[in-house]
């Protein structure tokens, strides 16, 4: 593990923390969730993006900087550190992007990254189906093919779609053969939610804003230019997608450090032995997560790859962010319910061990991937 930075990314660290400190607005913005604070997160997409802060590891050409993935991990943790407001853009730019720079055409790179990156087009991720969830290859969605118009015809339902309440477009599986095996016969799409045959649904969550949609196609006509991958091939794409989500790119170190030290910080104001062990723990499992970062960072510069570990970067990151959120409310105590930071917070973090592939399907990965256990017996299971 190289914990070392150059001179140049030094250099970088220290442009990166300068900008953001003139810059990070200095109160929260209001949540991204409701139509203003999605607004006002768009211009600061907007702003990061004309100081190529967006994505800095992309090209240029997109708005980047061309950064080297060290110098994308230290930006993230200047960025976490500074306080700035969560990235509306985040399934376009985290989740999307490497899977349309590995497998768009430059076409595709070149019509949909530089507005990703400036936030004038978000994204919704449109994976889960109502009968498929953690299995998705098991959805029913359906793509058919229109030869007379060079596209497909979508029909089916989404459910769970992050972002799509207020975002302009969307990803996600559609079966386009019906015929072909269950993670087969499957094609990757991009489609505006704003076209003919498309419905969103708003689903209100616990808080009473509506981060997530019901999507229903009904006839939705997708060209050709907008299928990503080939078609058929659209579950090879898909895992690509999922592997970058539950690996570096969703949940970046610097978020939960920067959450540590906060706690540590409440812990300092008003210490209460009750959960001094579990502060301590808490920090120590972010840092632990910070050094994997960047163990598994140097892997990637020598030329290996994240595979079925991202399994367990997602379990790790999920309950940490948990018990970060718990530890700090039992802190506060009945002061709790006016730190709206860690209430939100403690509310989302919930969800950590559902999205992305739940923490029961990622243990079964880690199980038969990386410690070659065996599967159950088809005879034993109930």
Known sequence: MDLELSETELAFQAEARAWLAAN??????????TAEG?????????RLAADRWSVVSWPAEAHGRAASLVEWVVFEEEYYRAGAPLRVSQNGIFLLAPIIFEHGTEEQQ???LPSMATGERVWAQCWSEPEAGSDLASLRSTARRDDDRGGWVLNGQKIWCSRAALAHWGFGL??????AQKHAGLTYFLFPLDADGVTVRPIAQLDGEAGFAEVFFDDVFVPDADVL?????GWRVA????????????????????AADRLLASYAERPDQRVAD????AWLRAEAYRLYTWGTVTKLKDGGDIGAAGSVN??????????LHETALDLLGPDAELESAWLDGYTFSLSGPIYAGTNEIQRNIIAERILGLPREPKGLQK
């Open 174 to 179: 559609f079966r386009s053969d019906p015929e």
């Open 24 to 33: 990070v607005p200095p109160e929260p913005l209001p949540s991204l969730d």
């Open 229 to 233: 991958g080939a078609p058929g091939d």
């Open 314 to 323: 997602k379990v790790w990151w999920s309950e940490l962010d948990i018990a």
């Open 110 to 112: 070149a019509r949909f």
């Open 38 to 46: 999605f607004e006002l997160h768009r211009e600061w997409e907007s």
């Open 239 to 258: 895992m690509s997608t999922a592997g970058n989500e539950r690996g570096l790119s969703l949940r970046s170190p610097g978020r939960f450090t920067a």
């Open 278 to 281: 579990r502060v301590v723990d």
